[in-house]
C-alpha cells in the first residue's frame, strides 16, 4: 500500500499541468458517487450512529458517549473480542505455513501439478454456506467422518462444535481448509517471479534445499508473505459466516466472534447504535493491527 | 410514524450530502462537478416514496387482494398444512388471495421481521414469536385489534397462558395461534419389555419417582430420559414447580438467583452426571439425529419435549404415548405459542382481519389440532362435545386424560420478556451449566445480574 | 551414481526422492482438502437409515436418487439460481465498468484533489463490511429496495479494490502510447477505449474472477437484506434449507451438491483463468 502512494507522486511531477476536470468528472463520477454513497458515507454514518440509541423502528436519540462507555464495560464484548484474536492466532500462522509449504511443493516441474492446484483451490470458490453444511456432518461426533477416522488412528474422540472446549478450534480448522488454497496460489505466484538465477548461485555455495528456503526463498518472498499475512489477519478479525452457520456462537458464548455480537445487537435486540459502537471497535482493531504491520514491514525492509 | 421516515432520511442524506460536499471539492472548479452529482442524488431519493406507493396500487388491481403472509418453515408439515389452509380461505373469500413465504426460523425470524418494518414491506399478516410480541407491539408495528377482538371473541374464552401473551395492558395486538406446551413422551416398546407399567397420564410425578424410573429404565442401550435439560421447553415449568421464580410479577426483575432454582437445576443435572440416567447434554448435536428419531430408535425411554413434536411422532408409526412432566413440590405446566398479527401499515386491514379470524378457527387451527401439531388455546375447545371434534384416538393417545394439564397451564414467562436478548442470556449460561460444568450458584447469579443489566437498561431507556 | 528415466526426463536419485515425497505429501494433502467434497456426494446419495451407523460406510446400499427429487419441492434451485446470476452478472459488469474508468482517472487525468480522493479509496478497503452494513440497510430502506434483488445489486456496483487494481494497471502502461494517441486527436475516453482497456485483459478477468467468486458466495448481505423465499440467492437459499431439514442429511447434502454445481462447472471449464487471476491480484506494485 505504501508503494501505491508513493507512485502518483512521482507523475505529478513529469507531466505538464493539464486539467482534465470535465474528463475526471464524467469517468471518476459514477464511481465516486457510489463510492461516497455506499463506503464513505456509511463509513462517517456508523460513526455518528455510534452516539445514537436507534433501533429501525422509532426515531433515533442522541446519547453521547454511552455505547462506547457501555461496551468498555460489556463483558460479552471483551469475550468476543477475545474469541476473535483466538481465531487469528488458530488460523493465520497455520494457515500460511501450510500453503506456504504446498506453495514451494508445487513450484517444481510436478506431474499433474494442474490437478493438486485445482484441488487445492476447490474450497475457495465454494460457498460458505455448503462448507458449513458439510462439515458439520462431518464433525458429528458420533457418525461424523472425523471421529472415525480418530478412531482408526487410535486418536481420542472428540465433540467438536458441539464442545464449548473446542467449537473455536472446528471453526478454525475450516477456515484453514476454506482459504488453504487461495494463500497457496498467492504464495505460487510470488514464488515464480524469483529469478532461478538465485538458487542457483547458492547452489554454487553448496547449499541445501532447506538451506535455500530459508535464505532464498523466504527473503525473496517477503512481500507475498506480507500481503498474504494483511490480508488473512483482517478477513479472520471479520469471520462471521462459518460461526453463524455452524454453531451460532454456542454453546455458550464459546465460539462467539465480534461480528456475530455485532450483528445480534444489530437485528435481532434492535440495537443498531450499539453495534454501530461495536463495528468501530473492530474497525479500530483492524486498523491498529494493520498499521503495526506496514511499520514492522518497513522496518524489515530496512534491515534487509 | 413521520418522524421515524424523517430519521432514516436523515441517515441516507448524510450519505448522500457526503457525497454532494466531497464530490464539489473534489472537482477542481467545484461547479462543474457538484452539479451533476446533485443531480444525480435528487431523482434516487425522489424515487422511493414513488415506489412505496406503487405497491398497493398494484395489490388493488382487478378488485383483487393480495394479503402477504410470513411465517417460517419450523418443519416442512407444517409448511404444507399452512398451505392447506391457505386455499381453504382463498376459496371461501374469493377476490382475496393470501401470498404465503416461509422465512427463516428462530433468531433469524426477528431478523428478518425487523428488516422488513425498517424497509416498509412488512407483510400484511405475520406470524410472531411470543417472545418477539412485546418488542413489536410497543413500537407500533402491530395494528391493534382490541375492538375487533372483542366483538368476535372474548377474551374469557382463551386459556390463561394465551390471555397473559396476548393482552398487553388491556390491549391486544394479535391472535395467539395456539398453545404448545411440554409433554413426556415415552415408548411402550420400552416399557413393556423393561416390564414397568406405564407413567400415568392424569397425575403428573413428583421428581424423585421420576428420577427412580429413569434409573430403572435406564440400561447399556437405553438411557431413562432426554430433553429435561433444554431450558426454552421445560426449565420454566421446573423452576416453577418447586416454587422458584424466573421473574417478579412485573418482568422487570430477574429473580432466578434462589436455593429453589439452584434445587432445580442441580436435580436436572445429577438425573445425569450421579444416576447415570439421561444421555449427554449434548446428545442431539453429537448424533444428528432428531430428538423423536431417539425416542423411536429406542435410545431413551422417555423424551420431554414440545407438545407439537406429537404431529411427527404420531407419522413414524411406533407405539408411543404422552403423560404429563414431573414435577418438584407442584405439578406444574406451562404453555406459550406463536401469535397471528396485522401490520400496522397494511393497506388491507378488513382483509387481514378476516384471515386472521380463519387462521383462528376449526379449517386452520382445528386441523393443526387434529394433526397434533397444536393444542387448542380456548376454553370452549376443551369442552365435551369440541374435543369429540379435534380428537383422535390414532393421534392424541392419552391426551384426553391430559386435557386440564393443557388448559390450567400457566404462562411460559419468556414470552412475557421485554427483550430476547433475556432468553439468549439464559440459553449461554445454561449451556455453560449443562455442558461446560459451571457451577450452580454460579449460573444463577450470573443469569440474575446479566439479565438485571438488560432490564435495568431497557427500563432507563423508556 | 546412477541416474533415472522417468516421464521422458533424467532425474538422480536423490531429485527422484525429493519428488516422490512431494508427490505423497501433495496427494495426501489433495485427499484432505477432496474428502469433504467426496462425502457430500457419497451421503447425498444415502438412505437417511444408512446416515446414522457406525462407522460410516462410503457407499449405501443403492443409490437413492429420491433425495434430489425430493428437495425439489422445497429448494426452489431453479429461482435461487437465476437469482444468483442476476446479481452476480449485474455486479460484475457495473464493477468492471466503473472501475476501469475510474483507474483510468485516477492514473491519468489532472484534476484538483485526485491524490487525495484516491487516499480515500485506499482507506476504506480496509474497512469490514460490517462496518457500513447498517447504514447501508437504512439507505436501501429508504429507497425501498430493501428484500429485492436491487438491494444486493446496488450497493456492490463501486468496489475500492476494483478502482486501486485497475489504476495499479494503468500506471504500468507506458504513456508514451496514450500520447501518441492524444497528438493523434484522440480525447481522454478514446485513448482510454481504444488503447488502455483492450491491453487490461487480464487485470479485467482477475476483477471479474474475483468479483464474482465474492457476489455469487456471498452469505451475510442477503442475509440483511432478504427475507423473502422468492428473492433468495443459492447460498440464503441452502441455508434456509438446512433450518428446516436440520437432520435430514442426505437431502442436505443433495441441496448442497447442487448448490455448488455451477461455480464448479465455472471453475473446471475456466480454471486456468481463475488460477491466473487469483496469482495476479497478489502482485503488488
Known amino acids: 500500500m505504501a508503494n501505491a502512494v508513493a507512485a502518483p507522486a512521482k507523475s505529478k511531477k513529469r507531466s505538464k499541468l493539464q486539467n482534465d476536470t470535465g474528463w475526471a468528472v464524467l469517468m471518476l463520477g459514477p464511481n465516486l458517487l457510489g463510492f461516497l454513497l455506499f463506503m464513505l458515507g456509511p463509513v462517517v454514518a456508523t460513526l455518528f450512529l455510534s452516539f445514537t440509541e436507534y433501533d429501525l423502528i422509532a426515531p433515533l436519540k442522541f446519547i453521547g458517549l454511552q455505547n462506547y462507555i457501555e461496551m468498555f464495560q460489556d463483558e460479552i464484548v ?23 509449504i504446498l506453495a514451494v511443493l508445487l513450484d517444481q516441474d510436478l506431474a499433474i501439478r494442474r490437478f493438486y492446484r485445482a484441488v487445492y483451490f476447490l474450497p475457495s470458490i465454494t460457498s460458505m454456506v455448503a462448507v458449513a453444511v458439510v462439515w458439520q456432518w462431518i464433525y458429528n461426533p458420533e457418525f461424523g467422518l472425523l471421529n472415525y477416522v480418530f478412531s482408526v488412528v487410535g486418536l481420542p474422540q472428540m465433540k467438536w462444535l458441539s464442545s464449548s472446549s473446542t467449537s473455536l478450534i472446528s471453526i478454525a480448522i475450516v477456515g484453514i481448509w476454506k482459504s488453504l488454497g487461495y494463500n497457496m496460489l498467492l504464495f505460487l505466484s ?87 459502537a461495536i463495528a468501530y471497535l473492530l474497525f479500530a482493531v483492524v486498523l491498529i493491527i494493520t498499521l503495526c504491520n506496514m511499520r514492522f514491514e518497513k522496518k524489515m525492509r530496512d534491515i534487509y | ?46 424515487n422511493a416514496p414513488a415506489a412505496d406507493n406503487n405497491a398497493p396500487a398494484a395489490d388493488n388491481k382487478g378488485g383483487d387482494v393480495t394479503i402477504s403472509f410470513m411465517g417460517w418453515e ?34 433469524e425470524y426477528t431478523a428478518k421481521l425487523l428488516s422488513t418494518v425498517a424497509g ?36 374469557d374464552d382463551f386459556v390463561d397462558s394465551a390471555r397473559q401473551i396476548m393482552e398487553i395492558d388491556g390491549h391486544v395486538f394479535g391472535i395467539q395461534s395456539c398453545i404448545v406446551t411440554p409433554v413426556l413422551y415415552y415408548n411402550k416398546d420400552i416399557f413393556d419389555a423393561a416390564g414397568i407399567p406405564y407413567p400415568s397420564a392424569s397425575e403428573a410425578m413428583q421428581w424423585e419417582d421420576f428420577r427412580q424410573l429413569c434409573i430403572k429404565l435406564t440400561t447399556d442401550d437405553v438411557y431413562g430420559c432426554y430433553g429435561q435439560e433444554v431450558v426454552s421447553t421445560s426449565l420454566n415449568a421446573f423452576l416453577q414447580s418447586n416454587g422458584a421464580a424466573m421473574y417478579t410479577d412485573d ?12 434445587e432445580v437445576l442441580n436435580a436436572i443435572r445429577d438425573l445425569r452426571i450421579v444416576d447415570n440416567a439421561a444421555p449427554d447434554a449434548t446428545t442431539l448435536e453429537n448424533i444428528g439425529m432428531s430428538a423423536n428419531q431417539m425416542l423411536q430408535t429406542g435410545r431413551v425411554a422417555m423424551l420431554i419435549d414440545g407438545s407439537w413434536a406429537l404431529q411427527e411422532l404420531a407419522s413414524i408409526g411406533f407405539p408411543v404415548d404422552m403423560a404429563p412432566i414431573p414435577y418438584f413440590k407442584t405439578p406444574t405446566n406451562i404453555a406459550q405459542a ?125 | 551414481m546412477t541416474n533415472i528415466h522417468a516421464f521422458g526426463r533424467t532425474y538422480t536419485p536423490k531429485q527422484m526422492i525429493l519428488r516422490i515425497i512431494s508427490h505423497v505429501i501433495l496427494l495426501f494433502g489433495a485427499l484432505t482438502m477432496l474428502m469433504p467434497f467426496i462425502w457430500m456426494l457419497s451421503t447425498s446419495f444415502k438412505s437417511l437409515g444408512e446416515v446414522f451407523v457406525f462407522p460410516p460406510t462410503m457407499f449405501g446400499e443403492r443409490i437413492v436418487w429420491e433425495n434430489y427429487t425430493k428437495i425439489s419441492s422445497r429448494f426452489d434451485y431453479f429461482r435461487y439460481f437465476m437469482n444468483s446470476i442476476k446479481v452476480s452478472v449485474w455486479v460484475v459488469a457495473f464493477q468492471l465498468f466503473t472501475s476501469a474508468m475510474a483507474g483510468f482517472a485516477f492514473s491519468r487525468l489532472q484534476f484538483r484533489f485526485r491524490e487525495q480522493i484516491f487516499l480515500l479509496y485506499l482507506a476504506t478497503m480496509m474497512v469490514p463490511i460490517h462496518v457500513t452494513i447498517i447504514p447501508n440497510f437504512i439507505q436501501m430502506t429508504f429507497y425501498g429496495v430493501v428484500n429485492t434483488l436491487w438491494s444486493l445489486m446496488i450497493p456492490p456496483m463501486v468496489s475500492a479494490f476494483g478502482t486501486f487494481l485497475m489504476r495499479q494497471f494503468f500506471l504500468t502502461v507506458p504513456r508514451e502510447l496514450d500520447e501518441a494517441a492524444k497528438i493523434d486527436g484522440c480525447t481522454p475516453f478514446g485513448i482510454f477505449i481504444r488503447i488502455l482497456l483492450p491491453m487490461a485483459g487480464s487485470t479485467i478477468a482477475t476483477l471479474a474472477i474475483f468479483c464474482f467468486m465474492n457476489t455469487w458466495n456471498d452469505y451475510f448481505t442477503p442475509l440483511i437484506y432478504i427475507s423473502e423465499q422468492r428473492q433468495y440467492t443459492l447460498p440464503l437459499g ?23 454445481l455451477p461455480v464448479l462447472v465455472a471453475f473446471l471449464l475456466a480454471q486456468d483463468a481463475f488460477v491466473k487471476g487469483i496469482m495476479l491480484s497478489g502482485m503488488k506494485d
Open chain 1, 78 to 100: 471483551g469475550q468476543t473480542l477475545l474469541n476473535t484474536f483466538i481465531y487469528t492466532i488458530l488460523t493465520v500462522p497455520v494457515g500460511m505455513c501450510l500453503s506456504l
Open chain 1, 190 to 276: 510470488g514464488l515464480q517471479g524469483i529469478s532461478t538465477t538465485y538458487y542457483e548461485a547458492s547452489e554454487l555455495d553448496g547449499a541445501n534445499k532447506l538451506q535455500q528456503f530459508w535464505y532464498v526463498t523466504v527473503p525473496m518472498l517477503r512481500p507475498t508473505i506480507f500481503f498474504v499475512f494483511v490480508m488473512s489477519i483482517i478477513s479472520s478479525f471479520q469471520v462471521f459466516d462459518s460461526v453463524m452457520l455452524m454453531t451460532k456462537g454456542g454453546p455458550g458464548r464459546s465460539s462467539s466472534v465480534l461480528v456475530h455480537y455485532l450483528y445480534q445487537n444489530a437485528f435481532q435486540y434492535f440495537r443498531m447504535g450499539y453495534a454501530c
Open chain 2, 1 to 46: 410514524m413521520k418522524r421515524t421516515k424523517l430519521t432514516k432520511a436523515l441517515v441516507a442524506c448524510l450519505a448522500a450530502a457526503m457525497a454532494v460536499s466531497v464530490a464539489g471539492c473534489g472537482g477542481g472548479g467545484g461547479q462543474q462537478s457538484s452539479a451533476p452529482a446533485a443531480d444525480n442524488n435528487a431523482p434516487a431519493a425522489d
Open chain 2, 74 to 107: 419450523a418443519s416442512p408439515l407444517e409448511t404444507d398444512a399452512v398451505k392447506n389452509g391457505i386455499s381453504i380461505f382463498e376459496s371461501e373469500n374469493p377476490g382475496v388471495k393470501v401470498s404465503y413465504t416461509p422465512s427463516l426460523s428462530g433468531a
Open chain 2, 120 to 155: 416498509d414491506s412488512t407483510p400484511d399478516v405475520m406470524f410472531m414469536q411470543s417472545t418477539d410480541y412485546r418488542m413489536f407491539a410497543s413500537r407500533g408495528v402491530l395494528t391493534e385489534v382490541t375492538d375487533k377482538f372483542s366483538e368476535e371473541f372474548s377474551l
Open chain 2, 251 to 262: 418482568m422487570n426483575t430477574c429473580t432466578v438467583n434462589s436455593p429453589e432454582a439452584i
Open chain 2, 338 to 462: 406463536h401469535l397471528h398479527c396485522i401490520s400496522a401499515r397494511s393497506p388491507h386491514q378488513d382483509e387481514s382481519w378476516e384471515f386472521l379470524k380463519f387462521l383462528s378457527g376449526m379449517n386452520y387451527q382445528g386441523a393443526l389440532v387434529k394433526s397434533g401439531l397444536w393444542m387448542p388455546n380456548r376454553i370452549s375447545m376443551y369442552e365435551d362435545a369440541a374435543v369429540n371434534e379435534w380428537f383422535d384416538p390414532a393421534v392424541h393417545g392419552s391426551y384426553k386424560q391430559m386435557l386440564g394439564y393443557f388448559k390450567d397451564a400457566k404462562v411460559q414467562v419468556s414470552a412475557l420478556q421485554k427483550s430476547s436478548q433475556c432468553s439468549d442470556i439464559l440459553t449461554e449460561e445454561t449451556d455453560k451449566f449443562f455442558k461446560d460444568g459451571q457451577a450452580t450458584e454460579a449460573t444463577v447469579e450470573n443469569l440474575q445480574t446479566r439479565i438485571n443489566e438488560v432490564l435495568e437498561r431497557l427500563a432507563s431507556e423508556g
Open chain 3, 238 to 260: 441452502l441455508a434456509g434449507m438446512k433450518g428446516s431439514y436440520s437432520t435430514d442429511w442426505p437431502v442436505l447434502m443433495a441441496a448442497t451438491s447442487l448448490s455448488i
